[in-house]
């Protein structure tokens, strides 16, 4: 039954995006929002593009950071192709270890392409063999480490966005919506603020240190002061509030490109929001969650719900065409497994040697 339900799981997620999709526009009024005669400006999509491919770059920077102070060192170019593809597949390529297990994966070999060993699985069974942590080389567990810290830094980036938001409107949502965002915000700069200082003690040190000997990953501690160790947890953290800024900018752009001025604050709740919300596995990468989400958070401050769908349904498809480079990197992997000789190792097995 578990099996089962984990085959039919990504069919599932799809029905349920469908499904917030209706539940999004069911209520539009269609033919009024068509009398309007909205005129869209593709201009607009063109530097959300940009302003989206920016924000990856920028993620890119900080995740690359975390990996070299790993000892995972790779080029440039590698990182930026393996973060592009983690996004490609997040989007809904199939897949059952997910785009952010497929970059931790990657990252974690060293070795050239051109001098990889005859055992390493090929593409299509990186993408659906499963992933065993406790058997798994030091080397992939700092990759999944590195995925982890880039994910916490990037989720705190986040809360912090929105807890800023409810500071400046928060009133348009309940009384206490300001005072949640000061207590939200409280909570992440001072939890920075102690975890940056418990790093300075070197019993907490010791502490850490023997749990990641334990662990397998003894040499994690330096990646562990790159994401929260002071001072580099403040610049970690406004390139994470820097990071989903940007990706803010780029749906104003796309609200813009049908002629509507959101209010700037408005967003600050909204994105940041459905960012929790798509924690949850229950749609193909937030497709109908943002629409549902977005359309009825921006009424609140008189936004028309039919034009937020359109400028969310625009982003997502914006969000798409930011991940295509990344498709470049996994047709050049596809194409290396198909001029090599089959890989001998056993599937099941092919991350846990």
């Not at 240190?209 to 040499?219: F, I, Y």
């Not at 604050?265 to 497709?287: F, K």
Request: aromatic letters at 8%; hydrophobic letters at 50%; one cysteine or more.
């Amino acid at each position: 039954m578990k099996n089962t339900l984990k085959s039919l799981w990504p069919y599932l997620r799809v029905v349920l995006s469908l499904l917030l999709l209706w539940l999004a526009a069911r209520n539009i009024d269609w033919q009024a929002l068509s009398s309007t005669k909205i005129e869209i400006q593709p201009l607009w999509f063109v530097l959300a593009l940009a302003l989206l491919i920016s924000a990856n770059l920028l993620a890119v920077v900080r995740w690359g950071w975390l990996l070299r102070s790993l000892g995972l060192y790779r080029p440039v170019s590698d990182y930026i192709t393996l973060y592009f593809a983690g996004g490609l597949i997040n989007q809904g390529l199939p897949s059952t270890i997910g785009g952010d297990s497929y970059r931790a994966v990657e990252a974690s070999r060293l070795a050239k392409q051109n001098a990889m060993v005859q055992s390493e699985p090929t593409l299509a069974q990186e993408l659906h063999a499963p992933i065993d942590l406790q058997h798994a080389p030091p080397r992939l567990r700092l990759g999944f480490l590195s995925v982890a810290l880039d994910r916490g830094l990037g989720l705190v980036g986040n809360n912090i966005l929105g807890a800023l938001g409810l500071l400046l409107s928060g009133t348009m949502i309940a009384p206490w919506g300001p005072t949640l965002g000061a207590w939200v915000l409280g909570a992440m700069l001072g939890g920075a603020a102690v975890g940056a200082a418990l790093l300075k003690l070197q019993r907490t040190r010791g502490l850490v240190q023997a749990l990641l000997s334990k662990l397998g990953m003894s040499n994690a501690l330096k990646g562990i002061d790159t994401a929260f160790g002071w001072p580099q947890v403040a610049i970690q953290l406004s390139i994470s509030v820097a990071t989903h800024t940007i990706a803010l900018c780029a749906f104003w752009f796309c609200l813009r490109a049908f002629g509507v001025y959101a209010p700037f604050a408005a967003l600050m709740v909204g994105l940041p929001a459905l960012g929790l919300l798509m924690m949850l596995p229950i749609s193909i990468s937030g497709w109908g969650l943002r629409e549902a989400t977005l359309s009825a958070a921006l009424t609140l401050w008189g936004v028309d719900s039919g034009v937020t769908v359109l400028a969310s349904v625009s982003f997502g498809i914006v969000t798409l065409a930011t991940y295509l480079p990344g498709a470049l990197s996994l047709l050049r992997r596809r194409r290396s497994d198909a001029t090599s000789k089959p890989a001998q190792a056993n599937p099941s097995n092919s991350f846990t040697r």
